[in-house]
């Protein structure tokens, strides 16, 4: 079954930094690149970043470009996000997901992970 | 990059169709074919039902259709059935290298 599957979540201060993950399976994970999304609670979609196969080529919204990395780690099928410089507007469900062939349609979501920025 | 324009909500009762519009500028849906639409219930995931302005991935129902006429993708649904209400976002690729949604529209099946 491909599947992916978000980790990493919590309560944060603002301020602080967190490491989400998403771990895929099912499917030839090295030959896809993946994005992250997230929605703020009763909100949109939000893009916010995206890696390709290899992970040599990324690309951030303006409002994660700085504060935000994405990588990926393809011997263990794991996307990764790393947050820093958290702000309460980062309080979101974050989803990772598979880009069907370069095209910017996500075909295959995780169940998401929630993060929230609060003292 | 500002967030596509979407009709809030729209309406519909059951086996008629609706049409969901997406509007956005040449730098994003009116330069690329790159324009995607998504499906998301309460709690849940979102589901790409439309890739590439018009292709319908495997196990879309064929009720689902997409199209673009300049800078504004639509989304029709024909033979509206109750399962189908849930929130709809359409989004592009954009000249920045980057994605864009649309703020979401709510579908109502009455």
């Known amino acids: 079954e491909v599947q992916l599957v978000e980790s990493g979540g919590g309560l944060v201060q603002p301020g602080g930094s967190l490491r989400l993950s998403c771990a895929a399976s099912?499917?030839?994970?090295?030959?896809?690149?993946m994005h992250w999304v997230r929605q703020a609670p009763g909100k949109g979609l939000v893009w916010v970043s995206r890696?390709?196969?290899?992970?040599?080529?990324?690309g951030y919204a303006d409002s994660v470009k700085g504060r935000f990395t994405i990588s990926r780690d393809n011997a263990k099928n794991t996307l990764y996000l790393q947050m820093n410089s958290l702000r309460a507007e980062d309080t979101a469900v974050y989803y990772c997901a598979r880009d069907q062939t370069v095209n910017y349609g996500m075909d295959v979501w995780g169940q998401g992970t929630t993060v929230t920025v609060s003292s | 990059q500002s967030a596509l324009t979407q009709p809030a909500s729209v309406s519909g009762s059951p086996g008629q169709s609706i049409t969901i519009s997406c509007t956005g500028t040449?730098?994003?849906?009116?330069?690329?074919?790159?324009v995607s639409w998504y499906q998301q219930h309460p709690g849940k995931a979102p589901k790409l039902m439309i890739s590439?302005?018009?292709n319908r991935p495997s196990g879309v129902s064929n009720r689902f259709s997409g199209s673009k006429s300049g800078n504004t993708a639509s989304l029709t649904i024909s033979g509206l059935q109750a399962e189908d209400e849930a929130d709809y976002y359409c989004?592009?690729?954009?000249?920045?290298?980057?994605?864009?949604f649309g703020g979401g529209t709510k579908l109502t099946v009455l």
């Open positions: 989004s592009s690729y954009t000249s920045s290298s980057t994605l864009v």
């Open positions: 040449s730098s994003d849906v009116g330069g690329y074919k790159y």
């Open positions: 099912g499917f030839t994970f090295r030959s896809y690149w």
């Open positions: 890696i390709n196969s290899d992970g040599s080529s990324t």
């Open positions: 590439e302005v018009s």
